[in-house]
């Protein structure tokens, strides 16, 4: 049964009316969107047609997506060899993925993780995608994720301070942007993942002032006319580098350095009228993904806002919309979940669809969830700014506030030299 609290399922025959129309103009651009909604329009058909019989369908497979999960940190499937360049960030989907389904993984199996993470420590700071390889912003972000996530004191050990931020300052570059490794290429992503690592580590004042001096001003330049960031100064708009943006500047405190209601004009209009989720680009199509790239950037940039403004206390996006595209078409059923219909699951969108869904149903209110459908479907709240469980967030700033390993001493070249972590 359900309360009336709880957001019930629409209409998906009314909402038809919703679908693409091209004005009898077809290009190649209307016939993928026409493509994806058939696609969508078969998942709320045959949704509709069974819910009644199979009350499943109305849940998150929480036990298949744990056992895949689970399955997934122990040994990746031979198509993830591409990514090994990105280990750390395997790590971190799983583990995020796991927290928000309130699924737990045993001591030994953490242990081990934090072990793997260690190994993947460059000695010159920071972490690289796998054991051995260069230190690199990405996976440096997604390893400190994940110990941040374990919280353990062996996790926290696993993070030497000073040589990261050793590392941080040789990717620094003298307008306050951030390559993402020594002489590679210069994007938001690289300012976000260097920020989010310094709050999370709570270094001293001193040092984020000398370390992020104009880097706000970098990110809004990298603002568009038509309210999103692009990837740098002049690029097109993007739901993955809006909310790097976005979430950067509010970390640093500096918000007010770019057009707000330009941005959450922008993002307002990525949702999909009839799929409910939403797109990354003007005219994309809809992906899972962008459940809390787009999804979380809506709530930052309303709590800039607000100013005492009721109106931006409420989530300003249909949180109901974007449950049923997550539930009803980007599940599998044997575990993991999808960018869109026909997609294989993957370890990626598995993290950022649930984050997606955890947003929705957290942003307005921690007391009272906004939940579509049976309680069970209701996931732990994730921290918008970090995208990991906001308790990890206050255990790291307070563990790392009173650690001892203090000595960053800056450099005149710009860099910074520091001590190896004393055991904690």
């Known amino acids: 049964m359900y309360s009336e609290d709880e957001l019930l399922f629409r209409n998906f025959q009314q909402l038809k009316s919703y679908k693409l129309d091209d004005e009898k103009s077809s290009t190649t651009t209307s016939r993928e969107q026409q493509k994806t909604e058939s696609s969508v329009e078969k998942c709320f058909d045959r949704f509709e ?43 971190y989907w799983i583990l995020q993925a796991a927290q928000l389904l309130s699924f737990n993984f045993d001591d030994e199996t953490l242990d081990r993780v934090v072990q793997f993470l260690s190994k993947c420590r460059a000695p010159t700071g920071g972490f690289g995608g796998g054991p051995g390889q260069y230190a690199h912003l990405a996976p440096t972000y997604a390893a400190v994720n994940s110990l941040c996530i374990i919280g353990t004191k062996s996790a926290y050990r696993a993070i ?34 260097a920020i989010s690592c310094a709050k999370l580590l709570n270094l001293p004042d001193l040092v984020m002032k000398e370390l992020f001096g104009g880097t706000g001003d970098w990110i809004a330049k990298c603002q568009t006319y038509e309210g999103g960031f692009g990837g740098a100064p002049e690029l097109e708009a993007h739901g993955g580098y809006t909310f790097c943006g976005i979430a950067g500047l509010a970390l640093l405190n500096e918000a007010h350095k770019c057009n707000k209601k330009a941005l959450l004009h922008w993002t307002l209009l990525r949702q999909m ?54 539930l009803i078409c980007c599940q599998k059923q044997n575990g993991g979940l999808i960018d869109k219909p026909g997609k294989p699951q993957d370890l990626y969108h598995t993290c950022y669809t649930l984050s997606g869904v955890s947003i929705a149903q957290h942003s307005e209110s921690a007391s009272c969830p906004q939940v579509l459908g049976d309680t069970i479907n209701e996931l732990l709240p994730t921290h918008p700014l970090f995208n990991i469980p906001p308790k990890s967030v206050a255990a790291a700033v307070s563990h790392f506030k009173n650690s001892n390993d203090t000595d960053f001493a800056s450099t005149s070249d710009g860099n910074c030299q520091g001590e190896q972590e004393q055991d904690i």
């Open 273 to 326: 009228s009839y799929e409910g989720g939403f797109q990354g680009r003007t005219n994309k199509l809809v992906d899972g993904c962008y459940s809390f790239w787009v999804g979380a950037t809506i709530p930052i940039t309303q709590a800039t806002l607000s100013g005492g403004d009721k109106e931006m206390e409420h989530t300003l996006f249909d949180v109901e919309a974007l449950q049923e595209y997550i």
């Open 49 to 91: 047609e069974l819910q009644s019989t199979h009350p499943r369908l109305t849940q998150f497979f929480r036990l298949e997506h744990q056992y895949y999960l689970d399955a997934m940190l122990r040994r990746l499937p031979s198509n993830y060899e591409c990514l090994d360049s990105s280990r750390p960030w395997c790590v």
């Open 160 to 193: 030497d301070r000073p040589t990261l931020v050793q590392f941080l300052f040789s990717v620094r570059q003298p307008d306050g942007s951030f390559r993402l490794h020594v002489d590679g290429e210069t994007d938001v992503r690289g300012a976000y993942c």
